[in-house]
């Protein structure tokens, strides 16, 4: 008996030399619109889907497969005897392989300015359809959706049948490409109605890299992306050296690229283990880079350092002096990449951070479940700042604040920032209080702190913090306030000559 293949693909790629070995093979070829006529001006023999249906297509290629005499060549099961009866009284013919790719949804909602309809318009029915079925009746069913299968699936014709492993992989993709499909289709709509809650969630991701391990060796980890494109993202980013990056270093590296992202003038990251070790900014990328080091020259070593603007040669002589793992910049100079390069195993990528953010969302799973919240963008730019001491800032002391509050927003809670002349002297990350969080980052900074500001991510709950920052020399002191004992700390401040501000926006980061 004669084999059928279906075949009708938006991506033309593979389709000729695809369709002519099915063809060499004896398979009758059934396709449809654009599919077809590519078929044809192959000089391959095809037969168009109305003559299998003894139907038109009709409204505008809406229907064109959703018909019985499509569905059940899919769906019929070759062993089942009252199938087959069925499919000799009504003259029905079963199909043995579909090649089906869909509408292009994800390129057309990507496309700026794209309409509502439009989008509508590329939402697949039959495609989505007929692979389900093809794939739900794979041990009879071939089917393929990505043409990077063709290959595998004609090697296995040609060796006399596809293997039932081979059959079932490829079903199971179908099911993940139609769940992917589906899954972008219910986050475009959902957006459309703003719905902030819904029922049920389908995140979906793309598949980046396997990762050599996760965390510890003994943990396996891959890397996937948003569908959305993010270019100054890590998920975009350009690798021009070194060696494949591992599960710690993009986690180290996001968190790099999230801090930079936060100044618009020269700027360098160093980040060990997620937190920001040494933030530095200035007129020269260099001079930033010298600050960031400074601020910790013992913890940046094995660390990340991002820069949000392009690496000159001094810089990157600066940079080739310290063992990294990573850097990160927007661009390099052809003699400051040169030198990097020396470093075999360095990574450099190329990415820019002052590309804006088009993820909204944070995801964090917990045992059993998911939280999803919006990303923390709030800035020192959407606050009023208030003067809550007797005192206020200085000019020099309020650009220094505004320096360590966008710093410790990006520091585990609970967070102090030190800084003092455009750069941070000491972080206390992740303590479980914030007296003990103040005493780690002003013993870093030592010395330095004499006349330097403090942040804080949240507010002060006793006064204690503020006595441990006038004994350290901090002069100014920014934090969200809202405690009900704020005016213990305004007191503390008054007594010590300290300035503090409230901005009235807390940065936990958990």
Known sequence: MTKRALLSVSDKQGLESFARELSSLGYELVSTGGTKKAIEEAGIDVRSISDVTEFPEIMDGRVKTLHPAVHSGLLAKRDNEDHRKQMDELDLKTIDLVAVNLYPFKETIAKSGVTEKEAIENIDIGGPTMLRAAAKNFEDVAVVVNPSDYGTVIEGLKEGNLSYETRRELAAKVFRHTAHYDALIAEYFTGLTGEENPETVTKTYEHVQS???????????????????????????????????????????????????????????????????????????????????????????????????KVDKETAEQLSGIFLE???????????????????????????????????????????????????????????????????????????????????????????????EDRTLGVGAGQMNRVGAAGIAFEQAGDKAQGAVMASDAFFPMPDTVEAAAEAGIKAIIQPGGSKRDQDSIDACNEHGIAMVFTKMRHFKH
Not at 301 to 307: K, N, Q, R, S
């Open 211 to 309: 990762l050599r391990y996760g965390e510890n060796p003994h943990q396996s980890a891959s890397f996937y992306k948003e569908v959305k494109e993010d270019k100054g993202s890590l998920a975009y980013a350009e690798q021009l050296h070194g060696k494949e990056l591992s599960y710690n270093n993009i986690q180290d590296a996001n968190a790099a690229l999230e801090v930079v992202a936060e100044f618009t003038s020269p700027a360098a990251v160093a980040v060990k283990h997620m937190n920001p070790c040494g933030v530095g900014k200035a007129d020269a990328i260099s001079e930033a880079f010298e600050k960031a080091y400074e601020a910790d020259p013992v913890s940046i070593f094995g660390g990340i350092v991002a820069l949000n603007r």
């Open 326 to 420: 990573i850097i990160m910049a927007p661009e390099y100079e052809e003699e400051a990449f040169d030198i990097l390069t020396k470093k075999k195993n360095v990574r450099i990528l190329k990415v820019d951070p002052s590309l804006e953010d088009a993820t909204e969302q944070k995801l964090v799973s917990v045992r059993g479940g998911l939280l999803i919240q919006d990303k923390d963008k709030g800035t020192i730019d959407q606050v009023e700042l208030e003067t809550a001491t007797d005192r206020a800032p200085s000019e020099a002391e309020l650009e220094d604040l505004k320096l360590a509050w966008s710093v410790v927003k990006h520091v585990k809670s609970n967070a102090i920032v030190v800084a003092k």
